[in-house]
Each structure stands twice: as structure tokens, then as C-alpha cells.
């Protein structure tokens, strides 16, 4: 890497997002209810990272199994059609995990949901994703390793807070979700810049993200997933 591809790496990504700032401007995309941060935390991300390392690392691997059907395989169009029946069939009790994972996230970050939907959001929404890939569908995993990683943090942080002092289960959200999508998708740097410039998380959030994605990538680096 030479400072030459450096500097035209960040000359190109400042035009484009001058660019797209025109047409789609400057939005925050979520709006958390709490993101104090405290001693409690600290340790509950020391506590959780090496949780949700091996959590991304397995749902990984499972999303690396599909398709199982080729894409150019006549087959996959009758499989299409009855994964994405099934999709809308589970969305009738758990609409929440349609599109890309936004929903999950703002019930999470908002503190708008408990931690018994939370984990119930979890296990569907690894199911629908897993469906849609089988399916053989395009699309990223950014937004629905956010939502895992929330939903995960959200009810753990539950179970936290009735043991150890209290903290915000909000915060314990946008940390998991940064987490997990650091391991996921290998870009740890950019999960937690990322995480912060959507949620408009303060800078003192930045402790406790570094916290829990160290021991997730500590935990992820040891099964082999580098």
C-alpha cells in the first residue's frame, strides 16, 4: 500500500459521499433511546465479544453452505418459490424480519421490544436469511449481521442487568451489532465507524465497541476465521 493509492482511496470516497449526500442527504438512519455508557458496560462487552465472535463466525459457515442448488439450475426456481412462500408465511408472526434487518435494529436500539422477542427475533431472522440464500438470492449481509448482533447483545444484556448493576440494554444493542458485524463480514475498523455514524453514537461509545470486538476477534481468530 503507497501513500499514492492512500490518498486517491480518500480522494474517491470523499467525492462519492459529497455526491450522494446531494440526492439522499445527511439522515440519521437510527435513533437509540439510551447510549449512556458505564462501568457496567465496559465489562459486559469485555464479557460478550468472545460470545458473538463465535456467533458470527458459526452463522458464517452456515451461510457459506448455500445455494446448495446452482443458480443457473432450472431446479432453483420451484425452491425459490417455496422458500420465499415460507419467508412470507413466518413473517405473518414476525414481520420484523423482512427486508434487510432495519426493523430488528430499531426495536433494539430504541428499546422498543423485550429480551424474550429479541432472542425469538434472532433464531427467525438466521432462518430467513439462510432460506433466501438457499433460494439462491443476491444481496449483503451488513444489515442482517447488524440485527443479529443487536438482538443477541439485547437479551443478553437483559440477563446482564439482573445480575450486575445496571445499563443501558440500547447501548449493549449498537455494540453487539458492531461486533457482529465486524467478525461477520471481516471489517472491523469499518463495523465500528460505521455503527457510529448511523446511530449518531457519542465518541464515548467508542471504548466499550473496541472493547467487545478485540475479544471477538481474539475469539474468531483462534476457530480459524481470519
Avoid at 450486575?164 to 449498537?174: L, Q
Wanted: hydrophobic share 55%; net charge positive; with cysteine.
Amino acid at each position: 500500500m503507497t501513500q499514492q493509492a492512500v490518498a486517491a482511496a480518500l480522494l474517491t470516497s470523499v467525492i462519492a459521499t459529497a455526491v450522494a449526500r446531494i440526492g439522499l442527504g445527511d439522515v440519521q438512519q437510527y435513533h437509540p433511546a439510551n447510549l449512556a455508557v458505564s462501568t457496567s458496560l465496559l465489562w459486559f462487552s469485555a464479557v460478550i465479544g468472545p460470545i458473538l465472535g463465535v456467533t458470527a463466525v458459526f452463522f458464517q459457515r452456515t451461510a457459506q453452505k448455500f445455494p446448495f442448488i446452482k443458480r443457473d439450475n432450472i431446479k432453483i426456481i420451484l425452491l425459490a418459490v417455496c422458500m420465499f412462500a415460507l419467508v412470507g408465511a413466518v413473517a405473518v408472526w414476525f414481520p420484523e424480519v423482512l427486508g434487510n434487518g432495519k426493523a430488528g435494529n430499531q426495536l433494539t436500539f430504541g428499546g422498543l421490544t423485550d429480551w424474550q422477542h429479541s432472542l425469538e427475533l434472532t433464531a427467525v431472522k438466521w432462518l430467513v436469511v439462510l432460506m433466501a440464500l438457499a433460494a439462491g438470492a443476491y444481496g449483503g449481509l451488513i444489515t442482517p449481521s447488524m440485527m443479529l448482533g443487536s438482538t443477541i447483545s439485547f437479551a443478553a444484556a437483559a440477563a446482564w442487568n439482573s445480575v450486575f448493576p445496571e445499563m443501558p440494554s440500547e447501548s449493549a444493542a449498537v455494540v453487539g451489532a458492531a461486533v457482529f458485524l465486524g467478525v461477520s463480514l471481516k471489517m472491523p475498523l469499518t463495523a465500528i465507524v460505521f455503527v457510529l455514524e448511523l446511530t449518531y453514537a457519542p465518541l464515548s461509545l467508542l471504548l466499550p465497541l473496541c472493547i467487545g470486538m478485540a475479544g471477538a476477534l481474539g475469539t474468531s481468530g483462534k476457530m480459524g476465521f481470519k
